[in-house]
């Protein structure tokens, strides 16, 4: 065989093992992406299913505290009950340290060092409170603050340095006001100072914080609005609408964006934000629609606990599911500024 040939021969067989190995090193990189983005649906179950509770995160533990057990069902009652979920482990227990005020659709807010703070809400007899309760997380001891002015719930909840914000909620039947109330509670001083309206009816809203600001997203009165709240000038700003609108839904921030997770009713879309650019992206759904839930961050996954997967009259799915998702794994799709 003529040398020149041979080479030939031998170069045609290298290269078809070079794109053999690229294409193996494509779809393993493919698979490694798509286990990435996979919604993580064995996280273990809360000890009680539940409902309208409330979670945070404190030393890569999360919290799960009050909310209704067994809703739409004769059995429906509220609940004091405190679980420590293990992301590691996968794993709940008990807290012996319960709640004073058995209650669901409160606002929830943690200091990200020992403390957690519940606000207002109601019972299922349609009291709305106005408790102020702080969790200590290493004594596992509650202790009463003082209570709100105006008492409601479906309200939501953001801590920035010695400032608990608690903003909108619902006292229809007495006052429709309060779906716009915003009240500050000042830690160091044990008061309370009221605030300027808010400009929408921010009932089962969702706050978080991110830059020193709160952004306020969703809610029953104009579902897909955000709000940017600036403590330093006290003013409100009205931010790139959410694509998908949505009550009762989840909103985590985790390494510089903003994601809003599931909704009534039993909303499966998963939508990032970035506050600085005020764009949002679609991210992956979803595996089932989810509404009524409570959500945390820990070991850089955002975890969402309790709630519905359907939504019917009565029939609501498993209560104690816990799943999780890593956002920067997510591929995305943009959606234009409204």
Request: charged share 20%.
């Amino acid at each position: 065989m003529p040398e020149d040939n041979f080479e030939a021969i031998i170069n045609s067989k290298s290269k078809k093992m070079k794109n053999m190995l690229l294409l193996f090193l494509c779809l393993f990189m493919t698979q490694c992406a798509l286990s990435q983005t996979e919604w993580k649906t064995d996280e273990g179950k809360l000890l009680q299913g539940r409902a309208f509770a409330g979670s945070a995160s404190l030393h890569n533990k999360i919290y799960i505290i009050g909310g209704v057990i067994n809703p739409y069902t004769d059995a429906d009652q509220n609940t004091d009950i405190v679980e420590e979920y293990d992301p590691l482990t996968k794993t709940c227990i008990n807290k012996n340290g319960r709640m004073p005020t058995a209650r669901h659709c409160f606002g929830i807010a943690t200091d990200h060092n020992n403390s957690i703070y519940v606000a207002g809400g109601a019972d299922w007899d349609g009291n709305y409170r106005a408790e102020l309760e702080v969790y200590h997380v290493d004594t596992d001891k509650w202790t009463k603050l003082k209570s709100m002015p105006t008492p409601r719930q479906q309200t939501c909840a953001a801590l920035i340095g010695d400032s608990l914000y608690i903003i909108g909620g619902d006292n229809s039947a007495r006052n429709p006001a309060t779906r716009y109330c915003f009240e500050v509670y000042v830690i160091s001083k044990n008061e309370w100072v009221k605030k300027p309206n808010m400009p929408i009816d921010a009932r089962n809203a969702c706050a978080v914080v991110f830059n020193r600001k709160i952004y306020v997203i969703g809610g029953h009165g104009e579902g897909n609005k955000v709000l940017e709240y600036n403590p330093a000038m006290g003013l409100w700003t009205q931010k790139a609408n959410m694509p998908t609108p949505r009550t009762d839904l989840a909103v985590e921030s985790l390494n510089g964006k903003i994601y809003a997770i599931g909704g009534h009713p039993g909303i499966p879309a998963v939508e990032e934000y970035d506050p600085l650019t005020d764009l949002w992206q679609k991210k992956e759904n979803m595996t089932a629609g989810r509404c009524f839930h409570s959500s945390a961050v820990a070991n850089h996954r955002i975890y969402i606990l309790g709630g519905s997967t359907l939504y019917s009259d009565h029939q609501q799915g498993d209560f104690r599911n816990i799943e999780s998702f890593n956002p920067d794994a997510l591929r995305s799709r943009s959606f234009e500024k409204d």
